[in-house]
């Protein structure tokens, strides 16, 4: 698995790799109803200035990239599934002027599309770089229930919703999230 930053290639704040990180993936397919709950934790990630990381590929994943560079202290880590391209520091500027932003990629640049392959690569490399998940929904038997199943994410801490369908419940390593007391719900680390 790739743990050295010197392995992936990097644009941005290379010092973000070294905080505390939770990973944020979520199956493509989801119930409706729940993002109200996702846009809750991201607005708690937001206060508390936690680190986030996630592929942010899906149009779930999309919504919460936007609302976190909203904050301007925001750390956020953007794994792509594909080479970094020389455009993307103009779309980006202000984010990695700020230092606020570090895109990884374990591909070469002339890797530019993302097939199930390279994400699940880049998923890898997520789980690799984990303190915690935040998966707010599962399919069972998908790409993330195999992602948990690997040595680099079996035993790190799963955070997810309540909700009936929702595979993520029934990891050994995952919690029920809970919304933080400073929004008006109880206390659960994250």
């Keep these: 698995m790739i743990t050295q930053l010197e392995e992936v290639r990097t644009l941005g704040n290379k010092s973000l790799i070294a905080l505390p990180k939770t990973v944020m993936l979520c199956s493509r397919e989801y119930p409706p109803g729940i993002e109200h709950s996702i ?18 590929h899906s149009q ?20 792509l599934g594909r080479g970094i391209q020389p455009g993307m520091r103009f779309d ?28 699940d690569i880049r998923n890898l490399l997520l789980a690799d770089m984990a ?32 909700v009936p369908s929702n595979a993520a419940r029934y990891s050994p390593q995952a ?7 400073l929004l008006g719900g109880s206390r659960t680390n994250l």
């Design 92 to 119: 980006y500027e202000a984010d990695l002027d700020a230092g606020h932003l570090l895109f990884v990629s374990p591909f070469e640049p002339d890797v530019k599309t993302v097939t199930q392959e390279t994400a």
């Design 131 to 162: 303190d915690t998940f935040f998966i707010p929904y599962m399919t069972p038997g998908g790409n993330l229930a195999r992602l948990l199943e690997t040595r680099v994410a079996c035993h790190k801490p799963v955070f997810t919703l309540d």
């Design 60 to 79: 779930l994943e999309q919504t919460i990239l936007r609302f976190l560079r909203q904050d301007v202290h925001q750390p956020i880590i953007y794994a």
């Design 175 to 181: 919690r029920i999230y809970q919304p933080l007391s």
């Design 39 to 56: 846009l809750l934790w991201a607005m708690e990630q937001r206060q508390l200035g936690h680190c986030i990381a996630s592929g942010f």
